[in-house]
């Protein structure tokens, strides 16, 4: 059974900074990509962030951009988020999300989720 | 990257259907067959429900059917049951840099 759970959230000052992590178990973690979405309290899903199985290729939605890291070890069946200059817009749940096989951007499992809150 | 358009709510009769549209550009519905479908209960995980436009997944309900046409993709719930009464999120890949985009989100509601 595929297991994704989420750790790192927390409450945090804007301007700081935070590193999420994805413990993955019951897939070949480096056979996929692997993605991070986030929703705020109330409202929509957004993808953040996306890697390949080899972290040879990432990507970033625009409001991240430049502020937040993907990585991957795959020797640990884990996933991170380094999120820097958080702001108070970056106050939501966050996902780690494992793809579909062979369709790297259909979010097929999901984690629990851990919540991120910025503010002073 | 925009957030694709949905409609902020629709709603139905037990029985009856509804369509759920997701409307984007030629970067990204348009321009792929790569749209996917969620369903998320209240305080709940977002679960998928169809990928590449009218794929289901084993264990989703064929009362779920997915289309597109041109830069339009659509959900139709066939049969609507009080247990499909939920948020539900299109997504689609996209040409740029942003790799993937959600929709807005819509509300179902079972009269």
């Known amino acids: 059974e595929v297991q994704l759970v989420e750790s790192g959230g927390g409450l945090v000052q804007p301007g700081r900074s935070l590193r999420l992590s994805c413990a993955a178990s019951g897939f070949m973690f480096d056979d996929y990509a692997m993605h991070w979405v986030r929703q705020p309290p109330g409202k929509g899903l957004e993808w953040v962030s996306g890697i390949s199985w080899n972290s040879g290729k990432v990507g970033y939605a625009d409001s991240v951009k430049g502020r937040f890291t993907i990585s991957r070890d795959n020797a640990k069946n884990s996933l991170y988020l380094q999120m820097n200059s958080l702001g108070p817009e970056d106050t939501a749940l966050y996902y780690c999300s494992k793809p579909l096989k062979l369709h790297r951007g259909v979010f097929e499992s999901w984690g629990q989720g851990t919540m991120v809150t910025v503010s002073s | 990257q925009s957030a694709l358009t949905q409609p902020a709510s629709v709603s139905g009769s037990p029985g009856q259907s509804i369509t759920i549209s997701c409307t984007g550009t030629s970067s990204d519905v348009g321009g792929y067959n790569y749209v996917s479908w969620y369903q998320q209960h209240p305080d709940k995980v977002p679960k998928l429900m169809i990928y590449?436009?009218?794929n289901r997944p084993s264990g989703v309900s064929n009362r779920f059917s997915g289309s597109k046409s041109g830069n339009t993709a659509s959900l139709t719930i066939s049969g609507l049951q009080a247990e499909d009464e939920a948020d539900y999120y299109c997504s689609s890949s996209t040409t740029t840099s942003a790799l993937y985009v959600f929709g807005t989100g819509t509300k179902v509601t079972v009269l």
């Open positions: 590449d436009v009218s």
